[in-house]
């Protein structure tokens, strides 16, 4: 694959885009992906939603006097669930790198947003006339079509008070307010959608949609993982020294309350808490959304070293979560690697420094890792069998 440019226009720099379109307006990319224009087509995507272990949706629309009826099934879906569908369906599959570690390769059109808020990359296959109705999404999401064309529609934002239509398994409505654009995007264009704002896409003819989605953590998901991490802290389980006035035995005074709370915030806003919440966000964004797959086939050490010779190249396999923070005490300036939702505490600084490389998107060569910092081939085998990276030969 050659060389890719950022999925912006060539008259939008990345500061550009993030200070005046992301989460803000949407944006229109004639030719963003140029690379994604034929790479699969509509029958890869059907047999692919037929696996066992793939994570897809089928979603049928029916006309009935009283308005259409959505009906949606779940994987593992199966060919009997094909024989008899309506004019319009739609099939979805998710965590696309999971399968595609070439089509993973595509997220470093998006280097300019940082790699950890990304989420996975789902297409969307319908034959002409398929959709998923009106509806809304609450992350960012660039839409990539692939194959044939679709026509999208967007509109108003949305927010806690939109009104779904009832008794529907999947959220859609009708209203969508003023039309703001209205297009048919063709192989390789992208329509990037900012948080809640209503859009409606409908196929022209077979078409293949990419998304791909970018969401950060919620705050129950980051308190969740504090208080995991804080189970390792034994200072975190001493009780709590309060100032006492005298005060009705059953009651509970809202100053008792605030000098806890004082507390917990003083905790939080030390030197510790700045490392706890740092563990418990980095743990939180690096956690796989889908289980891993096992590979079909291994490779020998032989057959890495081999490959690694002959211009083989390690990559980092997106369908895993690798990334890394600094600690600030470290005047070593060695990363913490975290990996899938687990901080690397048994790393030499080597291996960290190449992991860290591959997180900023790097590619590492047999030079880089025979020669210059002489990693054992062993170590980069246990890289493989986790999926944290990719042989690409």
């Known amino acids: 694959m050659s060389k890719l440019n950022f999925c912006l226009p060539v008259h939008i720099s990345p500061e550009q885009f993030l200070t005046e379109y992301w989460q803000k307006k949407p944006l229109l990319i004639k030719q963003g992906l140029p690379h994604l224009a034929g790479m699969f087509e509509p029958e890869d995507i059907l047999g692919l939603s037929l696996d066992d272990n793939a994570t897809a949706r089928l979603i049928t629309q029916h006309r009935t006097d009283s308005g259409d009826q959505w009906r949606l099934q779940q994987s593992p879906l199966t060919e009997d669930m094909f024989s008899e569908l309506p004019e319009q369906w739609t099939v979805l599959v998710q965590n696309l790198e999971q399968w595609s570690p070439e089509l993973g390769q595509l997220w470093h059109a998006f280097n300019f947003i940082p790699q950890w808020q990304r989420d996975d990359i789902m297409v969307s296959y319908a034959p002409t006339g ?28 949305c927010n806690e008070t939109t009104e779904f239509i009832p008794d529907q398994p999947i959220r859609i409505f009708d209203d969508m307010g003023e039309i703001i ?33 970018f969401r950060r953590p919620n705050l129950m998901q980051i308190l969740d993982s504090l208080v995991d991490i804080g189970t390792t802290d034994a200072s975190l389980f001493v009780p709590l020294l309060l100032e006492q006035k005298l005060q009705p035995a059953g009651k509970l005074e809202r100053s008792s309350i605030a000098q806890i709370k004082q507390q917990l915030l003083a905790m939080l806003q ?9 563990q418990a966000v980095s743990e939180v964004v690096s956690k796989r959304e889908y289980e891993l797959l096992t590979p079909e086939e291994t490779i020998s050490l032989d057959d890495l070293e081999q490959a690694l010779q002959q211009g083989g190249v390690l990559r980092t396999d997106y369908s895993s979560r690798l990334i890394y923070t600094q600690l600030q005490l470290d005047k ?5 690697i975290y990996a899938n939702g687990q901080r690397l505490d048994d790393i030499t600084a080597t291996e960290a420094e190449l992991l860290r490389r591959l997180a900023d998107g790097e590619s590492l060569t047999a030079e880089d890792i025979l020669n210059v910092h002489a990693v054992p081939l062993d170590i980069v085998m246990d890289w493989l069998e986790n999926s944290w990276v990719w042989l690409d030969i």
């Open 181 to 213: 654009l209205d297009e048919i995007l063709e192989p390789g264009d992208v329509l990037y959608v900012p948080p809640k704002l209503s859009h409606y896409g409908v196929a022209q003819d077979d078409c293949l949609t990419f998304s791909f989605g």
């Open 130 to 157: 398929g959709s998923v109705g009106k509806h809304y999404d609450d992350y960012d999401v660039f839409l990539a079509q692939g194959y044939g064309h679709r026509r999208w529609q967007l509109g108003k934002y």
């Open 270 to 278: 030390s030197e510790k808490g700045d490392s706890l919440v740092e």
């Open 332 to 336: 070593t300036k060695t990363p913490v």
